[in-house]
């Protein structure tokens, strides 16, 4: 069979394929602590899940528009007018099943062969593997742990150039678990004013924050009308298998991007979409409470990883994710690289863990853990690393 060119150029989310050799092992009878993927732990909150047998019972099973419903679109454009402090109606909203349909969708819709998107490395795979699948050219910002994983505004606008479509950002960050301050972002909204850039603001993981309240890039002004925020229910409802998620951004691309759902979904399940109103307007309790779990059970994994040699790790500030710095152990053990490592605890540890590389190639001497896991498994994950790394020496 012969493949058009672009499909060679199709990246994947390595976590996946993790998860798939540690339920091997698991078939062979062997224990496996699951630290790679990127999903709550908690289920789905049941008036969420009556809510969507409620509209399933009343006639939410056919088509609807291909920006999603407006009962759900309004209730986005409340909330996001609430909690981000700007003022957005319900036509700048566009329901997608998921949130990478909206990544996928605005890169396809503004950039292609000859432009040029600058995203964050380490960051999720997809963002570099859609630029490259538009045609266009994916530039890296690098993130550094000296700079607590931050963006580097000055290194940020030296990449900037003519071609120069889109800018990514993601605050709290995947992999790395940290958040772009106030000062960061207004830098970056005053690059993407002097230089007339759009920005998708990858805000998927927004209320999952700890010591400091999440901030959004559209609260400068001229912003919200260059921005495009990502957003969905996966992670704070927790509802990954939901699938719905959604962006908003200024009217006429919206349009756009309609146009592109109803050439490629038609449209977002209607009965999910009606899980989502009562998500946003329903009580919040059970949110907050899987936050402050996730608090803890980072506190947890950051002090146990702290304590074993050849590993550092620095507090992450929101998501559910860990990204310790393990070069010491890929030098050490004579490993051929922090993927190797990753393997290693797999096989040997029976821990399931990223390479930091899986988000690029500013992630090799790191790996990714999510602690979207119950205290008692990422305390045994803790303990068989330690284990396997003294084994080392």
Not at 171 to 192: F, Q, R, W
Not at 270 to 290: D, H, I, K, N, W
Not at 341 to 366: N, P, R
Request: hydrophobic fraction near 40%; glycine fraction near 8%.
């Amino acid at each position: 069979m012969k493949l058009a060119d672009r499909m060679h150029r199709l990246g994947t989310e390595t976590a996946f394929e993790v998860l798939v050799r540690a339920r091997a092992l698991e078939a062979q009878g062997r224990e496996v602590v699951h630290l790679e993927i990127g999903e709550p732990d908690f289920d789905t909150p049941s008036n969420i899940i009556e809510a969507a047998c409620s509209a399933l019972h009343n006639g939410f099973t056919h088509y609807g528009p291909a920006a999603g419903l407006p009962q759900l679109r309004e209730a986005i454009a409340e909330d996001i007018s609430r909690s981000r402090g700007v003022s957005v109606n319900a036509n700048q909203v566009v329901v997608t099943p998921g949130g990478k349909p909206i990544m996928f969708f605005v890169i396809m819709a503004l950039a292609g062969p000859g432009d040029e998107v600058i995203y964050p490395n380490p960051g999720f795979p997809i963002y570099e593997s859609v630029i490259n699948f538009a045609g266009a050219t994916a530039v890296p910002v690098p993130l550094r742990e000296e700079r607590d994983f931050r963006i580097d505004v000055a290194e940020l606008e030296r990449l900037v150039s003519p071609r120069t479509r889109l800018i990514i950002i993601n605050s709290p960050h995947n992999p790395c678990g940290s958040t772009l301050s106030v000062e960061d972002l207004k830098a970056i909204a005053d690059i993407a004013k002097k230089h007339d850039i759009m920005v998708m603001s990858d805000e998927i993981y927004c209320r999952i924050v700890y010591e400091e309240p999440f901030e959004s890039i559209t609260q400068f002004p001229g912003m919200l009308d260059r921005t495009i925020i990502l957003d969905g229910f996966s992670k704070t409802y927790a509802m990954t298998g939901w699938r719905l998620g959604y962006g908003v951004m200024p009217e006429e691309l919206a349009g756009h991007v309609a146009k592109l759902m109803t050439n490629t979904n038609s449209c977002t399940a209607a009965f999910t979409q009606m899980a989502g109103v009562e998500a946003l307007r329903g009580p919040q309790q059970a949110s907050e409470a899987m936050v402050k779990a996730f608090r803890e059970r980072r506190d947890a994994i950051v002090s146990g990883l702290n304590e074993i040699p050849g590993i550092r790790c620095q507090v992450p500030k929101g998501a559910f994710y860990v990204f310790p710095n393990v070069a010491d152990i890929v030098k050490e053990g004579k490993f051929a690289n922090t993927k190797a490592v990753a393997d290693w605890l797999l096989k040997d540890a029976g821990v399931a863990t990223l390479s930091g590389t899986a988000f690029g190639e500013y992630g090799e001497g790191y790996l990714r853990l999510s602690y979207a896991n119950s205290l008692e498994n990422i305390e045994k994950a803790v303990n068989w690393i330690g284990k396997a790394v003294r084994g080392l020496d």
